[in-house]
């Protein structure tokens, strides 16, 4: 493709990704393509503006998108994706341009971690040993707001002694509603740090980019016709004069992001409805004062993001290559989905005990925070910070005052992000109550070993015991229940749910246990070791090869990854005995891209590929199955943010796309029985 990449090219190269709504990629065809190549665009594939222009010693070059107002293309020398970065260094008229995009993440600090915002960095040096006279230019588009580009926008551009601040919002707000994936209130914003050479201008993309080709600046004047998106399409636009470039690098920084307030509303179980603010506004009082921070802090920023790739890296390549290269394409996509929230007291003060974690989906799954999506991302919280997982949990715990019709734990809380709101009376909410209670059960005895905080086992032990009697009720046999992989249907006595309802009642025993209930920790665990020898009784295939997909159907097999639950929590309802004959069968199941979910289609989820791969006991087994994801992401059939949902004969993807689920990947970094073990800095193992 003409430049290096690093680790690989994958379908679509994560920009400035913070949250559902700030969320900028650059779409990547089958052979590549560079950052001056395309327009990046939001996840789900429509266009967000964001052009790049270099002028040097007079002549411009354009370095990102692809505006109408050409200039000479610089060339593309490489493209690096790291977990919290993306790096594209670029050549233009003796000069070399390094092209940074930092979506920084933070487990030790929930103002950072709730901040929607990325980073552009722009460092130029000389590459050939001459001074050039240099600037640089960048604008964005309305499209930062809006997916219907003859809505309304208005703007304004502030400055003040610390900061010049684009913000652009729809003149037509509509409270926590969403239109083509986008939110249609709250503004983006597009900031940098006031300094020497900085010049803007507000106006009509062909009319502000020519005057920059032309004069190397801008005008610092705003057009104030406020208009459709799309009429005269009006940009938004920062240049600077760096002047005389050597080689020592000359650097500028903006922010990008997309804010809105408050973010989401939840409805807690007895009927009280909240407003819920991103956490960072308990810390700072105007977007503005947080952007300050934010820019101030950039150093630091970078660094921490530094420090956080090299751990992951190093922890992965333990395994292998591939799974540095899986990690580094799965951080950002899977924080994106997840948004930090807190509430306020009753006098308009934030209540700062009270920091609850909401998930969106991903395309097409607008759900909020869906348990099968955060059993799924589980690995991320331990591996991140297993508090973050606790903000997950706590609102599904709190809206689960009333049991579910079904008897089990309910599978989400809202039909349309970001509204938390539950389902009126007549709608049916979504039901797999074996999957979601064995689900809550296992996160949250995972959490409690991995922090020691025994605030979620103590509190809410009543609705933990009576999920529990939903999976001792169910699990011998499920009956015609959906799993996580609903897309699949319903089956009859699924065998990979009948484990995971064992290995929740195993957890609720040493839940039990942990609070001092030692009858019913004996009990429980009689009952699971009981269930563990009947279903392995029924669905071990008859010549021991294999367990069955559905209790005595020999012809059927799946991916048991839910067995993956039995290790993180060191339960061991299974004997290693079963680990041994499933890695066997997996070993000769292997399609071009990786091992089928079951015998019903070929087509596969990367996260449980990977969860497989934490489980197997043969190296050669993990390996592939972590090569096999690498495989699909990087075989130029999508464009689309990498989707979870794939055929295994042929790669193609299934639809799903961007999904936060790719926090599963982070599976292996842990130690484990089968795994070479790892070292974290978290403590949590
Ligand atoms: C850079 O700018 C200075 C001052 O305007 C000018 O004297 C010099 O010729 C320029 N250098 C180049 C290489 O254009
Ligand atoms: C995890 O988050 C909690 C809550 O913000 C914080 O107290 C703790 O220090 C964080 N842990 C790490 C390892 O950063
Ligand atoms: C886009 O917005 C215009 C103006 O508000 C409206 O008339 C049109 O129906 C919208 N189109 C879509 C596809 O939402
Ligand atoms: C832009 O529109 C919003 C929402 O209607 C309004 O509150 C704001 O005052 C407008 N801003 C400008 C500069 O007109
Ligand atoms: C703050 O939140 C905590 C946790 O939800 C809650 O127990 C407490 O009552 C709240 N405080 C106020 C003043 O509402
Ligand atoms: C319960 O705790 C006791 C004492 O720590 C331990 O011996 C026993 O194995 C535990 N049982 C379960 C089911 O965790
Ligand atoms: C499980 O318990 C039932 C009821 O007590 C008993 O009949 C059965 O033999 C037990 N099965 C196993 C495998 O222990
Ligand atoms: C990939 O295989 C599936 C069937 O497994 C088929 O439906 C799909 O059309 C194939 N895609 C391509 C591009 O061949």
């Known amino acids: 493709i003409g430049w290096s990449t690093d680790p690989f090219n994958p379908p679509s190269i994560p920009l400035a990704i913070r949250s559902p709504y700030s969320s900028a990629w650059l779409p ?9 190549g395309a327009w990046a665009t939001f996840w789900n594939g429509m266009i967000v503006g964001w052009a790049g222009y270099i002028n040097v010693d007079g002549k411009s070059y354009i370095f990102m998108g692809d505006p109408s107002v050409r200039a000479i293309k610089a060339t593309q020398k490489s493209s690096k994706m790291t977990p919290t970065q993306t790096i594209f260094v670029m050549d233009a008229g003796g000069v070399e341009l390094t092209v940074s995009f930092l979506s920084p993440l933070d487990p030790g600090d929930l103002a950072l971690q709730s901040f929607p915002f990325s980073y552009l960095s722009l460092s130029v040096t000389s590459s050939d040993g001459a001074p050039h006279n240099v600037s640089v230019y960048t604008d964005i588009s309305a499209e930062w707001v809006t997916g219907n580009t003859s809505s309304v926008a208005n703007w304004t551009t502030s400055t003040d002694s610390n900061l010049l601040t684009h913000q652009i919002q729809l003149a037509d707000q509509h409270l926590l509603v969403e239109e083509h994936d986008m939110i249609q209130y709250g503004s983006a914003y597009f900031s940098t740090g006031q300094v020497q050479g900085l010049t803007y201008q507000t106006g009509e993309d062909v009319k502000v ?3 920059f080709i032309n004069n190397a600046k801008l005008l610092n004047s705003e057009d104030s016709q406020f208009r459709a998106v799309s009429d005269h399409w009006p940009v938004f636009a920062l240049s600077w004069d760096l002047g005389p470039v050597t080689d020592t690098p000359n650097v500028v920084v903006a922010a990008i992001g997309h804010v809105r307030d408050p973010a989401v509303r939840f409805t807690k179980g007895g009927g009280i409805t909240q407003d819920r603010s991103l956490y960072f506004w308990s810390q700072f009082s105007t977007v503005n004062d947080a952007l300050a921070f934010f820019l101030n802090f950039q150093g630091v920023s970078f660094a921490h993001a530094n420090a956080i790739d090299s751990q992951i890296n190093s922890q992965a390549q333990q395994v292998s290559s591939d799974y540095a290269a899986v990690l580094a394409m799965s951080l950002r996509q899977a924080f994106a989905g997840t948004e930090l929230t807190i509430s306020k007291n009753s006098d308009g003060s934030f209540n700062t005990s009270d920091v ?3 998930t969106k989906g991903g395309l097409f799954i607008l759900l909020v925070s869906t348990v099968d999506v955060l059993y799924t991302m589980w690995p991320l919280f331990l591996f991140f910070n297993a508090t973050f997982g606790k903000y997950a949990l706590l609102p599904v715990f709190e809206a689960t005052s009333q049991p579910a019709t079904d008897g089990g734990a309910i599978h989400d809380l809202g039909a349309q992000y970001p509204q938390a709101i539950g389902y009126q009376s007549g709608v049916t909410p979504t039901s797999m109550p074996l999957e979601e209670s064995g ?12 922090t020691g905080d025994k605030s979620l086992i103590t509190t809410y032990f009543d609705v933990l015991d009576r999920w529990t009697q939903y999976l001792i009720d169910n699990t011998a046999e499920p009956g015609n229940q959906l799993s996580t992989d609903s897309f699949a249907g319903p089956l009859n006595n699924q065998v990979n749910l009948a484990i995971k309802g064992v290995v929740g009642i195993k957890a609720m025993s040493v839940i ?4 001092g209930d030692s009858d019913r920790s004996s009990r429980y665990s009689a009952i699971a070791a009981n269930y563990s020898t009947y279903i392995q009784q029924l669905s071990t295939s008859s010549d021991r090869q294999h367990l069955d997909l559905t209790y005595k159907d020999d012809n059927s097999w799946g991916l048991a990854y839910n067995l993956y639950a039995d290790k993180l929590l060191g339960t061991n309802v299974f004997p290693d005995s079963v680990f041994s004959m499933e890695t066997a069968w997996y070993n000769k199941q292997f399609d071009q891209f990786g091992v089928a979910l079951d015998t019903r289609n070929k087509y596969t989820l990367s996260q449980w590929e990977i969860w497989t791969a934490a489980i197997v006991d043969s190296d050669a087994v993990r390996d592939n199955l972590i090569s096999s994801v690498v495989k699909v992401a990087s075989a130029g059939i999508s464009n689309k943010p990498f989707g979870d949902w794939y055929d295994t004969t042929n790669g193609t993807i299934n639809g799903f796309t961007a999904r936060p689920v790719v926090g599963g990947h982070f599976a292996l970094v842990r130690p484990h029985p ?9 403590g949590c193992f």
């Open 356 to 358: 609850l974690m909401f």
């Open 209 to 211: 980019r020519t005057q």
């Open 512 to 515: 039990a246990n942990l609070t």
């Open 674 to 682: 089968h795994v070479s073990p790892l070292t974290l800095s978290s």
């Open 439 to 450: 689900n809550m059960l296992i996160m949250t005895l995972s959490y409690t070993q991995c």
């Open 28 to 36: 990547q065809a089958s052979t590549g393509t560079a950052l001056n």
